[in-house]
Structure formats: C-alpha cells, structure tokens
C-alpha cells in the first residue's frame, strides 16, 4: 500500500479497535451501575446479565479481532496468523456457549417461566449461533486437514486450500454482521421490557442506545476494511533475476529453481 493508504488503513483500525474496547466497556458498566451486576442461578435476574456480555465479548470482540488478524498482519508469516486467528475463535467458543446457557436459565428459572425462543431477537440468535458453529466446525476439522495435513503435499492441495479461502471468510462476515443485528434486536428488546420511560430517554436508556449505535458504527467500519481488496493480505511474488548465465533464475516463496529460456 501506499503511504496514503497506509494511513487511511490504520486510522479506521483504530476506530475499529475503540468501538470494539468501547463495546465491551459500555455494556460491563450497563450491567453492573443499572442493571445490578452477576449472580448464578440464585438470582436468575442477574444471572441474565451474563448474556449480553458475554454474548458481545464472543460475538464481536474476539470474532471481531479475528476477523482483522489476515488485515493487520498481512506481511507476516501466515502460519503465524493462523494460529492466532483459530486462538481468537476458540476464546469466543465458551463466552457464546455460557452466554446461550445464561439466558435459557433466566427464563426457565423464573417464576413463572418466560417462553424461549418466540421474539425476533431469539431467531436472529439462533442462526448466528449456528453460522458460527459451522465456523468453528470449518476451522478445526476442514481447516486441520486442508491448512496442516495437506501442507505435507502443499502445491497439489493449494488449489484445493485457496477454493476455501473466501467460502470461510465470507460467511465469518455474515455471522459477523448477523451478530451485530442480533445484538441491536436485543438492546432494544431488553429496553422495551426494562424501563417504562424509555421514550423519555433516561440515563439508562442514554447508554443503551450508545451501545447499539457503536455496534452499527463497527459494522460499516469492519465491512469496509474487510471486503475492500487494497488491504487484503499481500501475496508474494515471483521475482525473476537475470543472472550471468543463460538461464532465468526464478525465486518462489520457500524454493529456488532454475527455468531455462524457451
């Protein structure tokens, strides 16, 4: 990239990044200053406040940072950020799973019990959570035989590897975006059933919507910067030398070999 885009790339990065960090913090203060803080089952009430939280730490922080991982270190060894990338997905896998459990739990529990899964919120749920299921599914089984075992024979598995490529970042951005819908659904949900003055705008209802709009500011920012193709990951090229001989000398990623003149 140019030195312009450059530092275009990294402005929105750290747009992308205090949205992210901002998210989080704000709905950790919403639970604990409006919303009384953690409980376990003793208090289903504030056991509900798990959800969101970890729903937004799964769902946008870590997925999020994934997601960037092939932007931001895009001429280090991709092995490297790979690594990272599946790390960053097996740190959303229990925030999602405990926070699914935390919501189920805070409606069965409660006297009387609320139904489950009957609001918009709770579908758009549902298929987000499978999307990312699926994600983690390619990651750890189709992306262990496809990324390791087939790098043993890596230049005949490399068409087979690069045709998985955009089928597994096209649908993170779509669980991605999925979850950042699911989450506005349910901040306005949660708003609706909480505070009966919400039209006349209270505090509460201040930090709740802050929080929504960050979500719908995040996912402009990181749908640009992960579809625009100026700041997708550098590939290597080919270079070729004219050495003192008669041959072209050819210079490959991890090989040297020599390709004489047709």
């Not at 409660?110 to 918009?120: D, F, G, K, T």
């Not at 006349?200 to 990181?222: F, H, K, R, S």
């Amino acid at each position: 990239m140019s030195t312009t885009s450059s530092m275009v790339f990294y402005f929105l990065v750290f747009l992308a990044e205090i949205l992210m960090f901002g998210v989080l913090s704000l709905v950790l203060f919403w639970v604990v200053y409006y919303r009384g803080g953690f409980a376990w089952r003793e208090d289903v009430a504030k056991e509900f406040n798990y959800h969101p939280v970890l729903m937004v730490t799964g769902f946008i922080f870590f997925m999020g940072h994934a997601m960037l991982v092939y932007r931001l270190y895009r001429c280090c060894n991709k092995l490297t950020a790979k690594i990272l990338h599946t790390f960053l997905y097996l740190m959303a896998v229990p925030c999602i799973v405990v926070g699914t459990i935390t919501v189920f739990d805070s409606h069965n529990l409660r006297v009387p019990p609320i139904p489950n899964l009957y609001s918009l919120h709770s579908w758009l749920g549902v298929v987000t959570i499978g999307l990312f299921a699926l994600q983690v599914t390619h990651t750890l089984v189709v992306g262990f035989f496809s990324f390791w075992v087939l790098l043993c024979c890596e230049q005949g598995s490399a068409k087979f590897r690069a045709g998985l490529v955009p089928v597994h970042a096209t649908f993170g951005i779509i669980t991605f975006m999925l979850a950042i819908a699911t989450a506005v659904t349910g901040y306005t949900e949660k708003a609706f059933f909480s505070l009966s003055n919400y039209s006349q705008m209270p505090e509460e209802a201040w930090v709740i919507n802050a929080q929504a709009t960050c979500l719908a500011g995040l996912a402009i920012l990181m749908g640009f910067l992960l579809y625009s193709s100026r700041y997708a990951r550098s590939r290597h090229p080919v270079a070729i030398v004219e050495p003192p001989s008669s041959s072209h000398y050819v210079m490959t990623q991890k090989t040297y070999y020599y390709r004489d003149h047709e």
